[in-house]
């Protein structure tokens, strides 16, 4: 069974740093893009950014020149540094991986989320 483990959010002040980190564990036998989405209540989740086993990435618009994602593929952890964040980040923030399980087949996995709060 495969699972995908957040941690690193909280409560920071506007302008603050946070980083997000994720691993996955189990029978992995391969994972290809990893990524983070973003979801207020009443919306959907919305990618924030994302990044290949190879390290191409892709940021959102919003986050570009705030945030940076990155990988450790031997440790099978993805992170989100998060810098000069802003209120309207505030968001639970999930992770997110496409990984060959035991069936050996790609499937896309989900973290159960990690709430950052961005407030004076």
């Known amino acids: 069974q495969v699972q995908l483990v957040e941690s690193g959010g909280g409560l920071v002040q506007p302008g603050g740093s946070l980083r997000l980190s994720c691993a996955a564990s189990g029978r992995i036998f391969g994972i290809n893009v990893m990524g983070w989405y973003s979801q207020t209540p009443g919306k959907e989740r919305e990618l924030v950014a994302s990044i290949t086993n190879g390290g191409t990435t892709a940021l959102a618009d919003s986050v570009k020149g705030r945030f940076t994602i990155s990988r450790d593929n031997a440790k099978s952890t993805v992170y989100l540094q998060m810098n000069n964040l802003k209120p309207e980040d505030t968001a639970v923030y999930y992770c997110?991986?496409?990984?060959?399980?035991?069936?050996?087949?790609?499937?896309?996995?989900w973290g159960k989320g990690t709430l950052v709060t961005v407030s004076s």
């Open positions: 997110n991986a496409n990984i060959r399980d035991a069936t050996w087949m790609y499937k896309t996995y």
